[in-house]
């Protein structure tokens, strides 16, 4: 028992003040101290026996940085050492534009590794190995990766020749087969796809359409493509009732002027349309001109002074009037001086070149210096000057 006590009072002089302090080993400043500069990857891949310690995948651990800390471009904050640590950058590998991260050159792709050993567990350390480009193929776009060339497959890490069964073609990728109109791909093959009786294929599908003057069955037609194709749809002969008419692509029927589908979907009824109206082609109806709509009525209105009166009630007004909705009526434009008509204006006015519009009149305008017209009443500026549009005058570039 007393060589145990003499032990235990040995180490605690040995061991670090600060360390005492903590109450915890920090085992990777006792093998790696703060000051030491490290460069490349480490461990040394020159050293076999350290390169051990640490293995590799592409899924990334959790490497104790905070985003909320403010360190310099290229550090990170370190929660379990409580400081910011330099952000280590492998062999081939780059800094990210956000300081904090690292990315691989082309050819490259980041694994990242958790240190076995135990002095140094829980650290993390980042890898950029060597992308492996097999035969027939070639380095992806993203540069971490390899693509096959056209008419190959990828399987696991190599190329095989792609080889098309019956009834396909290559797809658009290059690296894969699509089934032709009328196949379903099952297995590795191009199989009969099934359809119902008066329908047909959608084009390089195995999805089909009912012909025209057919329509789906009531039944079928809250089902997916993909079971109609089991057998579960039907296309049966479109019913067209007394004033209704096949539509063009044979598909559905609508009704005629002056009718409207009734509620169970299959027949038209007629509407009432009242005096003064005329019926339309969506089973509804419209007043004459010069009547608007009240309810279920269509009542007379006055005319418009300078204006011409559409349909509904509606009016629009001569030239050199402007429309008022609230008072109904047509209000005349007045031309300012030193101002011309303009239909294509919002205001139907336009000033004179050598005036600036100012509300509802035209302002005369002096060019300042370095300014030429554009137009009728907008100028420029020089080369070698910019439009300052606040003090109306050209500035030095």
Same mark, same amino acid.
């Given at each position: 028992? /007393?060589?145990? #006590?003499?032990?235990?009072?040995? +180490?605690?002089? #040995?061991?670090?003040?600060?360390?005492?302090?903590?109450?915890?080993? %920090?085992?990777?400043?006792?093998?790696?101290?703060?000051?030491?500069? /490290?460069?490349?990857?480490?461990?040394? *891949?020159?050293?076999?026996?350290?390169?051990? #310690?640490?293995?590799?995948?592409?899924?990334?651990?959790?490497?104790?940085?905070?985003?909320?800390?403010?360190?310099?471009?290229?550090?990170? $904050?370190?929660?379990?050492? %409580?400081?910011? =640590?330099?952000?280590?950058?492998?062999?081939?590998?780059?800094?990210?534009?956000?300081?904090?991260?690292?990315?691989?050159?082309?050819?490259?792709?980041?694994?990242?590794?958790?240190?076995?050993?135990?002095?140094?567990?829980?650290?993390?350390?980042?890898?950029?190995?060597?992308?492996?480009?097999?035969?027939?193929?070639?380095? !992806?776009?993203?540069?971490?990766?390899? *693509?096959?060339?056209?008419?190959?497959?990828?399987?696991?890490?190599?190329?095989?020749?792609?080889?098309?069964?019956?009834?396909?073609?290559?797809?658009?990728?290059?690296?894969?087969?699509?089934?032709?109109?009328?196949?379903? @791909?099952?297995?590795?093959?191009?199989?009969?796809?099934?359809?119902?009786?008066?329908?047909?294929?959608?084009? *390089?599908? %195995?999805?089909?359409?009912? =012909?025209?003057?057919?329509?789906?069955?009531?039944?079928?037609?809250?089902?997916?493509?993909? =079971?109609?194709?089991?057998?579960?749809?039907?296309?049966?002969?479109?019913?067209?009732?007394?004033?209704?008419?096949?539509?063009?692509?044979?598909?559905?029927?609508?009704?005629?002027?002056?009718? /409207? +589908?009734?509620?169970?979907?299959?027949?038209?009824?007629?509407?009432?349309?009242?005096?003064?109206?005329?019926?339309?082609?969506?089973?509804?109806?419209?007043?004459?001109?010069? $009547?608007?709509?009240?309810?279920?009525?269509?009542? /007379?209105?006055?005319?418009?002074?300078?204006?011409?009166? +559409?349909?509904? !009630?509606?009016?629009?007004?001569?030239?050199?009037?402007?429309?008022?909705?609230?008072?109904? @009526?047509?209000?005349?434009?007045? +031309?300012?001086?030193?101002?011309?008509?303009?239909?294509?204006?919002?205001?139907?006015?336009?000033?004179?070149?050598?005036?600036?519009?100012?509300?509802?009149?035209?302002?005369?305008?002096?060019?300042?210096?370095?300014?030429?017209?554009?137009?009728?009443?907008?100028?420029?500026?020089?080369?070698?000057?910019?439009?300052?549009?606040?003090?109306?005058?050209?500035?030095?570039?």
């Amino acid at each position: 028992m /007393k060589k145990i #006590i003499f032990g235990l009072f040995l +180490l605690l002089f #040995i061991i670090p003040t600060s360390v005492q302090a903590s109450g915890v080993f %920090d085992f990777v400043s006792l093998v790696m101290p703060n000051g030491e500069e /490290k460069t490349g990857f480490w461990p040394s *891949q020159n050293d076999s026996k350290k390169s051990e #310690i640490a293995s590799f995948s592409a899924t990334p651990l959790s490497s104790g940085a905070r985003n909320d800390v403010p360190c310099d471009f290229g550090s990170r $904050y370190d929660y379990r050492r %409580d400081k910011c =640590e330099k952000v280590f950058v492998p062999e081939y590998g780059r800094l990210n534009s956000d300081g904090i991260s690292v990315s691989c050159e082309m050819g490259y792709i980041l694994k990242y590794g958790k240190v076995q050993d135990s002095g140094l567990a829980g650290m993390t350390i980042d890898k950029c190995i060597k992308v492996v480009v097999p035969a027939h193929a070639q380095l !992806s776009g993203t540069g971490d990766d390899f *693509q096959c060339d056209r008419d190959f497959k990828r399987v696991e890490e190599r190329c095989e020749k792609l080889i098309l069964p019956a009834n396909s073609h290559i797809a658009a990728g290059g690296n894969d087969f699509d089934c032709n109109t009328g196949y379903s @791909k099952q297995d590795g093959k191009c199989v009969d796809a099934r359809k119902p009786a008066n329908a047909k294929f959608f084009p *390089q599908s %195995d999805d089909w359409y009912c =012909e025209n003057g057919y329509e789906i069955a009531a039944l079928s037609a809250v089902l997916p493509l993909r =079971e109609r194709n089991d057998g579960l749809g039907e296309c049966e002969a479109l019913k067209v009732p007394s004033n209704g008419r096949v539509s063009e692509t044979g598909t559905f029927f609508y009704c005629l002027s002056g009718h /409207k +589908l009734a509620s169970n979907g299959k027949d038209c009824e007629q509407i009432s349309v009242p005096e003064n109206a005329k019926p339309n082609w969506i089973g509804s109806w419209k007043c004459d001109v010069g $009547y608007r709509k009240i309810d279920d009525l269509c009542e /007379k209105v006055e005319n418009v002074e300078h204006g011409m009166l +559409l349909s509904d !009630s509606g009016f629009y007004c001569e030239a050199h009037f402007k429309r008022d909705e609230t008072d109904r @009526k047509c209000v005349e434009i007045l +031309l300012p001086q030193n101002a011309s008509w303009d239909e294509a204006s919002s205001d139907i006015w336009r000033c004179n070149q050598g005036y600036v519009k100012n509300d509802d009149r035209c302002e005369v305008f002096t060019l300042p210096e370095h300014a030429f017209w554009v137009g009728f009443n907008s100028w420029d500026c020089d080369s070698g000057y910019v439009k300052n549009y606040r003090e109306l005058k050209c500035d030095r570039i």
